[in-house]
C-alpha cells in the first residue's frame, strides 16, 4: 500500500513501475490499474475516464467501490463523480458545478446585476441541470448541486428555476 497526501498526483512511482499515466494513474470502472489488474488507485492519484479529481467526496466514492470489489461483496462499478466546488475569500463568494461551461447542445439561463456584484449561470441539456456558476449570491449552490446530482427534470421549475428553491415550491 503506498499512500500519499495533496491535490496534484505525483505520478513518478508509478511511471517508474511502468503504469500507464494521463493526468494521473489511469483506472477502469473497477479502479484497478489498466496496465496491472492486481494494482488499484483511488483519490487525486487516480485518473478515471480521463478525469482526475481533486477534491476529497469523489474519494469516499471510489473508496465504497474498491472495499466492494475487494472483500468480494459484488463487483461494484465507478461511474465517475459530480462535483461541487464553494470559494469563500474575503469579498468573493463563489461555487461551480458540473458542465457549468456548456456547448452547442446546452441551453444555459444567465442572471446578472452588476450594481450588486451577482451572476448566476445555468446550463440545461434535455430539460435537466448539468452545471451551475454563482458569483455573489451562492446561497442557493447546494440546491443546484442537489438538482444536477439527482438528475432530475426541471421542466416543471424552470421558470423559477433562477430563483432557488423558495420559488420553485
Known amino acids: 500500500v503506498v ?3 495533496g491535490v496534484r498526483p505525483n505520478t ?8 500507464h499515466v494521463n493526468r494521473g ?14 494494482i488499484y488507485a483511488v483519490g487525486e492519484c487516480a485518473a478515471h475516464r480521463g478525469v482526475a479529481y481533486g477534491l476529497v467526496a469523489p474519494l469516499f466514492e471510489q473508496g465504497k467501490v474498491l472495499a466492494n470489489h475487494l472483500a468480494e461483496m459484488g463487483i461494484d462499478r465507478y461511474q ?8 469563500k ?4 463568494d463563489l461555487f461551480s458545478a458540473g458542465d457549468f461551461q456548456g456547448d452547442e447542445h446546452t441551453e444555459e439561463i444567465v442572471m446578472s446585476d452588476p450594481m450588486t456584484g451577482m ?16 458569483y455573489g449570491d451562492t446561497v442557493d449552490g ?13 421542466e ?14
Not at 465517475?80 to 470559494?87: E, I, Y
Not at 475569500?89 to 468573493?92: M, N
Open 3 to 5: 499512500m500519499t497526501v
Open 12 to 19: 513518478a512511482l508509478a511511471e517508474k513501475m511502468r503504469l
Open 25 to 38: 494513474i489511469v483506472v477502469s470502472d473497477t479502479l484497478q490499474t489498466i496496465t496491472d489488474a492486481r
Open 80 to 87: 465517475g463523480s459530480q462535483t461541487s466546488t464553494k470559494l
Open 89 to 92: 475569500v474575503t469579498g468573493i
Open 119 to 134: 451572476y448566476k449561470k445555468l446550463v440545461i441539456k434535455d430539460n435537466k441541470l448539468v452545471g451551475a456558476c454563482l
Open 142 to 154: 447546494s440546491w443546484y448541486f442537489e438538482l444536477l446530482r439527482e438528475g432530475r427534470a426541471v
Open 156 to 169: 416543471e421549475i424552470r421558470d423559477q428555476l433562477m430563483f432557488g428553491p423558495s420559488s420553485a415550491d
